[in-house]
């Protein structure tokens, strides 16, 4: 059929010419005999697929009506008064003065009987669509009527029921619903890359390959992130202070949330409203994002602070149910988040240069990656913009796919990749000088702690000078390298012993430092003292004020050659004498208050008796049940030896120094003349 525009401009006599030469030249492929020997012009475009060789698309000439009608799907109905359309053209110079909620499409496809694992391949044909073949529906996205929007994204892929294919002929139809927004669209209804002919195995490798060259580079980084957020969390667990390593994980763990959602989508087409799912993940991905930057850069999270981020964050959400759920337009969500933009791509990186310009090392790691992400997002947004002037929309799309979709071989390239990767490298450098700064400080850290351990086994006696009348034991287990427990037993110059037992709060290094002031303190004060009440008020002075609050408990026994014991206690247990606790009265713990006063206690340590003193962490031992060995078992062992008690209490479970010291008095002391 001659347009009727070419019609117009050719006089009578070359009507009838043209008329004439396309009869005759097309009489064979044009004319369909019938049975009683009559024939009929046919309008049907033919696809022929017989040698077909590999996946093609279906950009040959279809036949258009507008209208819905379920008899348009029979492979039988009448389709020659139908339009023809080029997909690659405008379906609107068809249809210039409607626009109509649903098209069908219909193709004639001669196919070798013989063939098999025929498929069909579909992306992006309309938001609600319906495929046939020879009357059979192979696919389904959405509702045409009523409409009910489904997303386009995704590479769906039906087989051709080979029943179908043996009889030789195809007739695929198209039911599209092509709503208002498409319509205003530059292709609406069907376009040349919409649908794909060839063997379903070959077509399901290429939708393979296409998806894993468009996500392949940035599921790596998300991934990559992750394991680098499992690597903080580890190091979070082992340094509390350090919110950042948590910041890092979540942040990471959230993306991967909105990537697993993303990829989903690009294999099912879903419900339009369930594309909004993985924003909540972005918006906690970007949340701890901000804190993360926070934390390194070392700035307080001020109420200033805090106030933007609410606007921004609480703006972000309203457009985003705006879009999802209340047809806000586009525009309209762009202008909503402007406070965030402001945050993240504004505010963040003249932090992070402000820094830098302080002094702090891990600003200058981060600062090429969040000054290049600032400029991906005002690209992204100075493009969304530009592409809504039709002047300039070609030059916008062109722009945006030379930024964020350029090709390497299979793979999509884009700044927002390279600006991910980038800061997920940053944050590795940071923990892995971290790490190494680390490293060094714990080796100076264990110099440090050797070198306390060997000044403690200076101060606390490994052998006690040999007194006559006194057998004296002492045993002594650090439940750390260094300990908080100490002891000291020194002769008083009459033939009798002055012992101190006492317990450090705390362990570990501060520990044994505020020992050996201690220590020196005790040696210091004997010289001149050997009162037990008298030396701890002495001693309680000298540690008032000092290890940053500490304390300490601590009891002083002075034994005379005849027996008798004058004892003194600053908070620590009372000892055992022949298995019986003595009763002694509560005083504070040494630098608990200055001025304290200290009570003394009198008894008598009779030839054979034993004197046992301990540190709590014999008697607060914890077995795996959660068990103490408490009192009762302390005072059933105080008669045994002093490196079996010890033995017994580590061996129950120690969690805390244990020193033991005893005193037995073993042979009659002379009367003092």
């Not at 098209?103 to 938001?127: D, F, I, M, N």
């Amino acid at each position: 059929m001659i347009p009727s525009s070419c019609c117009r401009s050719l006089s009578a006599h070359r009507i009838l010419a043209a008329v004439l030469s396309l009869g005759v030249l097309g009489f064979a492929s044009g004319l369909k005999a019938l049975p009683n020997g009559q024939a009929v012009a046919s309008a049907a475009p033919i696809f022929d697929a017989t040698n077909l060789r590999q996946p093609t698309d279906l950009g040959t000439t279809w036949l258009v009506k507008a209208g819905d009608d379920p008899a348009y799907a029979r492979p039988e109905f009448d389709d020659t008064q139908w339009t023809r359309v080029d997909p690659s053209g405008d379906v609107k110079s068809v249809f210039p003065n409607s626009r109509p909620e649903v098209l069908w499409y219909r193709l004639h496809v001669k196919v070798a009987p013989t063939q098999s694992g025929l498929g069909l391949a579909e992306r992006s044909l309309s938001q609600a669509f319906e495929i046939f073949v020879n009357g059979q529906r192979i696919m389904q996205t959405g509702q045409v009527a009523p409409f009910v929007r489904y997303t386009q994204d995704a590479r769906l892929l039906a087989p051709i029921p080979d029943a179908q294919v043996a009889t030789g002929s195809l007739v695929i139809a198209l039911r599209v619903h092509v709503s208002r927004s498409e319509w205003d669209s530059t292709h609406p209804g069907l376009y040349t890359p919409n649908l794909t002919l060839g063997m379903q195995h070959a077509m399901w490798e290429h939708i393979w390959i296409v998806e894993i060259g468009q996500e392949a580079l940035n599921s790596i980084a998300v991934l990559s992130g992750l394991g680098l957020g499992f690597v903080a969390l580890a190091l979070f667990a082992a340094q509390r202070r350090q919110w950042e390593y948590l910041w890092i994980f979540l942040q990471f763990f959230f993306a991967a949330g909105a990537l697993s959602l993303v990829l989903i989508a690009d294999f099912y087409n879903v419900p339009v409203g369930w594309t909004w799912v993985p924003q909540p993940f972005r918006i906690l991905w970007s949340f701890f994002v901000i804190l993360m930057y926070f934390a390194i850069l070392r700035i307080r999270f001020g109420w200033w602070m805090r106030a933007l981020a609410a606007v921004a964050f609480t703006a972000w959400a309203l457009s985003w149910i705006g879009q999802a759920h209340l047809g806000m337009s586009q525009n309209a969500g762009l202008i909503a988040v402007i406070p965030f933009i402001f945050l993240i791509d504004g505010v963040i990186p003249v932090l992070v240069i402000v820094q830098m310009r302080r002094g702090n090392r891990e600003a200058g790691i981060l600062l090429i990656p969040a000054i290049l992400m600032s400029l991906v997002g005002y690209a992204d947004i100075l493009l969304i913009f530009l592409q809504e002037f039709p002047a300039l929309r070609g030059g916008a799309n062109r722009a945006m796919n030379a930024l964020f979709n350029t090709k390497a071989g299979p793979f999509e390239v884009s700044l927002t990749w390279l600006s991910e990767l980038l800061y997920i490298l940053s944050l590795a450098i940071i923990i892995v000088l971290r790490s190494t700064r680390i490293s060094r400080q714990q080796a100076v850290l264990e110099g440090e702690v050797a070198a306390a351990r060997e000044i403690q086994q200076v101060l606390l006696p490994e052998r006690v000078e040999a007194v006559p009348g006194f057998t004296v034991e002492s045993a002594y287990q650090p439940a750390q390298q260094v300990g908080g427990d100490f002891f000291q037993i020194l002769p008083d110059g009459d033939g009798g012993l002055l012992v101190v037992v006492g317990d450090v709060a705390g362990k570990g290094l501060p520990a044994a430092m505020l020992v050996s002031v201690l220590v020196g303190a005790i040696r210091g004060v004997a010289e001149y003292t050997k009162e037990p009440a008298e030396l701890l008020a002495n001693l309680n002075e000298r540690l008032v004020g000092r290890g940053g609050g500490g304390f300490s408990t601590a009891l002083v026994a002075r034994i005379s050659a005849d027996g008798v014991v004058t004892i003194a206690n600053a908070g620590h247990l009372a000892p055992y004498l022949d298995g019986n606790e003595v009763e002694m009265p509560g005083a504070l713990p040494l630098g608990a208050l200055s001025g304290a006063v200290y009570e003394s206690t009198q008894f008598f340590l009779a030839p054979g008796s034993r004197l046992t003193f301990y540190s709590d962490g014999v008697v607060e031992a914890q077995n795996l049940k959660g068990e103490l060995f408490g009192f009762e078992r302390g005072k059933e062992i105080s008669t045994q030896p002093a490196a079996a008690i010890v033995e017994a209490a580590k061996q129950f479970g120690q969690s805390d120094d244990i020193t033991v010291v005893t005193i037995e008095r073993n042979m009659p002391i002379a009367a003092v003349a």
